[in-house]
């Protein structure tokens, strides 16, 4: 939130003064909860251990002790307990019908005043409207959202007017390298099956 209201402010054209007591929270030893330790969700793991962060996680499946100790990642085998102690909650899950608008009034009013909610699987994991009234409200201190349903949303949305909350176009992968690597992954897929191999990335039906 401070980064986009500090550029705002270092461009005014009103502003003559920093406020000194402008003030951000620290990532530094907070608590990061992740729900969905996939592959993505790991790396993250692996990034925020670098900020010396305490790091929770939910997930369908428990890491093999010598990954979790890897990271320094805390099991959790209820999203309430992870939702509860969480000053960061981060999504990292697919859409499937179980975790449809699997963050919602409920999940929402189980985490701390002061967290803060990123997204960074798909819109339809959280109940927007269950967001909107959160964060009017102040039942959390805000979010940060890479998705949104539908994408994008409407200009009139609701998600926009508020100032506690940053939205960015689909944008996490959106890098030269990463779209080169998944382009070659999916050529690596074509030409596996053209040529009668095993499929690197094949996706199992559940």
């Known amino acids: 939130m401070y980064l986009l209201s500090g550029c ?15 003030l951000g929270v620290e990532v530094t030893r ?24 305490r790091i929770l996680y939910h997930n369908r499946n428990r890491r093999r002790k010598e990954e979790e100790e ?5 099991y959790c085998e209820k999203m309430e307990d ?19 608008k699997l963050i919602g009034k409920k999940e929402l009013e189980l985490m701390k005043p002061t967290a803060t909610l990123i997204n960074i699987s798909r819109g339809a994991v959280i109940d927007q409207d ?22 994008p949303l409407p200009r009139d949305h609701p998600l926009l007017k508020l100032n506690n909350i940053i939205i960015v176009p ?28 095993p499929i690197p990335s094949e996706v199992f039906p559940k």
Do not use: C
């Not at 608590?31 to 790396?43: A, N, Q, R």
């Open 8 to 22: 705002q402010i270092a461009f005014s054209p009103d502003t003559k003064y920093f406020a000194v007591d402008w």
């Open 30 to 53: 907070a608590t990061l909860g992740i729900i969905g330790m996939g592959s993505i969700g790991y790396k993250v793991a692996q990034r925020a251990r670098a900020f010396d962060m």
């Open 70 to 74: 890897a990271v320094g990642a805390h």
């Open 82 to 100: 992870l939702l509860q102690q969480s000053d960061f909650v981060m999504l990292v899950v697919n859409l499937t019908p179980e975790t449809l």
């Open 130 to 151: 269950a967001l909107v009234e959160a964060l009017q409200n102040k039942v959390i201190r805000a979010a940060a959202l890479d998705v949104t349903y539908p994408e």
């Open 170 to 197: 689909h944008i996490g992968t959106a890098t030269v390298q990463a779209t080169r690597m998944m382009a070659e992954e999916a050529i690596a897929n074509m030409l596996a099956v053209l040529n009668g191999q």
